[in-house]
């Protein structure tokens, strides 16, 4: 069966600060992935997504950036981080072929002070 | 432009029928999904519906799809405590063959005893 992994589950960071969250999917080849972040109180907004290692689109043109440097890994950093990047960051997956579900991972909730 | 909204709030008695509404602008969606998200948690993948279809059952769950009114409602069959959550309807919408979703902002389902 397929899981997906996110870490850390929750960071508090100061403002200026770089950032790495990580995401990783097992049981599943050539997956696609994406990044969501949940502002408090409000619905997702996809940030990026990838269909292949080294391959990212971006949805939101922000302070952060994805990486894919493996087939099951999805990064996402940013070099100096806001006040504004404060939120519920998820991880999800969705088959490459055959599929159209989209699994979520367990999320990491990230404060910025 | 795509476009999700849901009411933000719906109570219920234990045991009573819930049903959570969902309206959508897009009308070339392919399929329509519900997600439940427990507090601190990722989304979990509830249930969803092809576009072609006006009705899914599956166990407590039914969903129905209005396709004229752009319409999707969630109803939950003799509602327990555990059903407690954040509920979010999104729809996958192409894009010159690319697959996004888009979620609503949610609705916070509180059981009252």
């Known amino acids: 069966s397929q899981t997906i992994h996110q870490w850390p589950a929750t960071l508090v960071q100061p403002v200026g600060s770089p950032l790495s969250l990580e995401c990783t999917v097992e049981?599943?080849?050539?997956?696609?992935l994406y990044w969501y972040r949940q502002a408090a109180g409000r619905g997702l907004q996809l940030l990026f997504y990838s269909v292949g290692i080294g391959q990212i689109s971006s949805e939101v043109p922000q302070n952060l950036s994805a990486s894919r440097p493996q087939d099951r890994q999805f990064i996402l950093s940013s070099k100096k981080l806001l006040l504004s990047d404060s939120g519920f960051y998820l991880c999800?997956?969705?088959?490459?072929?055959?599929?159209?579900?989209?699994?979520f991972g367990p999320g990491t909730r990230l404060t910025v002070t | 432009g795509e476009d999700v909204e849901q009411s933000l709030f719906l109570s219920v008695r234990e045991g009573d029928s819930s049903v959570i509404n969902c309206t959508y602008t897009d009308s070339s969606s392919t399929y329509l999904y519900w997600y439940k998200q427990e507090p601190g948690a990722g989304l979990q993948l509830l249930t969803y519906?092809?576009?072609?279809?006006d009705m899914k059952q599956d166990q407590r769950l039914t969903v129905l799809l209005n396709k004229k009114d752009k319409h999707l409602s969630l109803r939950i069959a003799d509602t327990q405590t555990g059903d407690s959550a954040i509920y979010f309807c999104a729809e996958m919408f192409s894009n010159f063959g690319n697959e996004k979703l888009t979620f609503g902002t949610g609705t916070r389902l509180t059981i009252i005893p």
């Open positions: 999800a997956w969705r088959r490459r072929d055959g599929g159209h579900e989209q699994y």
């Open positions: 519906i092809f576009s072609n279809m």
């Open positions: 049981g599943t080849s050539n997956p696609n």
